[in-house]
């Protein structure tokens, strides 16, 4: 009981730490402990743990694991990461079609005593998946029969290969505790818990504000400050670069700030508004893809929507601004009030129009290339919509306003 | 089976639909495959949509449904919305103590054929739950013996007021596929399986980045433009208010602006990277709460941690800035370049370090005052740190350099 708590107690420790932190801490667990805590944790994160130890100290608890588990994480780890491959756990109940109920059952007798056991597998000679056995047909049938005529032939499985994310959307509708994820040729490679799954997932997409904005998915509450400066800085650095290009704009009419210096207090509202007009079209977009409610073909009517959106919005939220910015003028004693609005009111219906199209066409285009579509998004649509609105409200002031 | 695959597409259709658009797609539905698809898909979602459903045609399908199924549905909306009350399923397979193994196993035979039965739950006279049965262990133990001594006492189960964040946090490390719910007397109320809890969960963390900036939980690709502009267009107004106070502090330092006008450049620059540094702090934050990683008295040693990489991050990024302000004053001819890029690092460095505090700050205020820590976080915060930065960088401008 006292190692129980103990190892359900390092179980939490590392799920609240990033792989490479929690690794360190297994170091210095006796094996035992080690590999209990790992058999505890969501599969996915004892898979990355593991990659995270060095080669002797993995090769150790490997030493000290079961043979099925230790086989298994072995097996996992030649799956992508992030995939289904890397959640998997061994598949302990396996029989023959062959064999008969009563058999089965004291089988299972055993094997219950060590594992976790929730349904069985039927395989053929050649470790092909023919059917799946479920406890409470097993109690209810008679115990001569043959498990060929009692085993589920209508098979659901997964393939290894298979992102989590396409896997969450597979099996959303299926309420079945455990899944079997065969290769492509049908045989059994492991089994996947849709907790587990779901868990895994949640993990992820807690993560998705952070990769937005260049935050890792290793960063975690107790992540030490120096290791998140290392992980957070590049991405800042990114960030200016990227700013430097607004700043660029804004200097580039910088005669026409000069002259009619009233501008100036409207370009953060300019910005800040398509930023955030672009923001919520990314984010609807990224939980598009992520729920898998994209299709071939709805990408085209996804900007269309986001363009009348941003158009609407504009309109509206323009007109609030445009009367913001005749009252200043007017305070200010121009003479070209009603200019000065009108050109804050244009430039806020074109900006929000291009923003609202970035903000879906940026997760797109991040996965097109084969990245990750949150990945750092935020700082890419916030750098082009910066440029947009306040290169088009200055460009429209130069031509429109004089002096 | 034409209707089951009828009713599968059905169920697959309500998932990506807004509650409110499923409600109007079950009007059209007959009642028996309404029905089924509400009891297909998450019992999250089934509650949302029946939440949405005018009075009549609910009453239609809860007389349509198996009493059990109605009478927990019923049961699940007197709980708070996003709670473990509302991803409720009836209790079927309820036996009581004194029963013997071989009359359970009996039972079951018959309830099977209609439910999708994991665990049996054994309560007392006053339905208090007292015991837990696994079907493995029925089949393995001797027909006559009596179910208090085959079940499992060591109970966990779920308050069905809890909040499904925190219901995930408490479940993480269990891997059990379903838990019993019951009330503070111990009383039996439902079952929640944990796969509908994750995916619940893993929906509802689908939509964090955009409620952080004032899209709705409810929206999804499928919304219509005019529901879109409906839900998203009020904290657009919302955010315009709050970039009035970032114009007005430009504004407020209009006439430094007038006599150097090389500062307008660095303006968006100031706000960039501020923003995205308390952003970054803000996604570290959130995912803590999430994920159940920070607990009391924690706070405070975050915010030291947020100054502290503020401070290195705005240190290291001042830098740069200031090396691209130093070249551009030069290139503009203006002989105090050197204090130029002195306001820029400063700027940076001091604007870096509030944002990082504030981006740690509003989740946890937000929190504090009942609402959603996400909620519109990056629209405050955001004006939080376009008034800052630039507020800091104009006003040591107008201190440190004449003409």
């Known amino acids: 009981m006292k190692a129980e708590t103990q190892s359900f107690n390092l179980a939490d420790e590392l799920v609240q730490r990033a792989p490479y932190e929690a690794a360190a801490l297994l170091e ?39 043979v099925e588990m230790a086989r298994q994480w072995m097996r996992n780890r030649e799956y992508p990461e992030d995939s289904v491959g890397w959640l998997m756990e061994p598949p302990v109940a396996v ?12 089988a299972l007798r055993m094997l219950t005593k060590k594992s976790f056991i929730t349904y069985g597998y039927v395989t053929d000679e050649n470790n092909k998946l023919v059917g799946v056995l479920v406890m409470r047909d097993l109690m209810l049938s008679e115990s001569g029969r043959k498990l060929q005529d009692v085993m589920y032939t209508n098979l659901f499985t997964l393939v290894p290969e298979m992102e ?27 089994l996947v818990r849709g907790q587990d799954l779901f868990e895994a997932r949640a993990i992820e997409l807690s993560a998705q504000p952070g990769n937005m904005v260049g935050v890792n ?14 992980m957070r800085h590049p991405w800042l650095q990114v960030n200016l670069l990227t700013a430097f290009a607004a700043g660029a704009v804004v200097g580039l009419f910088q005669d026409t700030l000069d002259r009619v210096v ?28 992520t729920l898998g409610d994209l ?8 900007f269309v929507k986001e363009a009348v959106l941003g158009f609407w919005n504009g309109v509206l939220v323009g007109i609030v601004a445009a009367l913001g910015m005749f009252g200043y003028a007017m305070f200010s004693g121009r003479g070209d009030a009603l200019m000065l609005a009108l050109v804050v009111w244009v430039a806020m219906v074109v900006s929000c129009v291009v923003s609202g199209v970035a903000g879906a066409l940026i997760p797109l285009v991040l996965r097109r290339f084969g990245a990750d579509p949150a990945t750092a998004s935020s700082i890419f649509l916030t750098t082009a919509t910066d440029v947009i609105s306040m290169g ?6 130069t031509l429109l306003v004089d002096k």
Not at 217 to 230: I, K, M, N, Q
Not at 392 to 397: R, S
Request: net charge negative.
């Open 392 to 397: 088009t409200f200055l460009g429209l002031a």
């Open 95 to 106: 029989f023959r079609p062959h064999m008969t109920v009563g058999e089965t059952v004291e």
């Open 262 to 289: 009233i501008l100036a207090a409207f370009l953060p509202i300019l910005a800040g508004q398509s930023g955030n007009t672009g923001c919520q079209a990314l984010a609807v977009c990224l939980r598009g893809l």
């Open 217 to 230: 998915e290793e960063e975690r509450l107790g992540t030490p400050v120096r290791r998140s400066l290392w």
């Open 164 to 190: 989590l994310t396409d896997a969450m959307t597979a099996v959303l509708n299926r309420h079945v505790p455990v899944y079997p994820v065969c290769n492509r040729q049908g045989h059994l490679l492991g």
């Open 28 to 66: 210095e667990q006796d094996d035992e402990a080690a590999v209990q805590a790992l058999d505890t944790v969501n599969p996915l994160i004892a898979q990355q743990i593991l990659h995270e130890l060095d080669d002797r100290r993995r090769a150790e608890l490997l030493a000290a694991a079961p």
């Open 295 to 302: 299709k071939q073909g709805d990408q085209k009517r996804l």
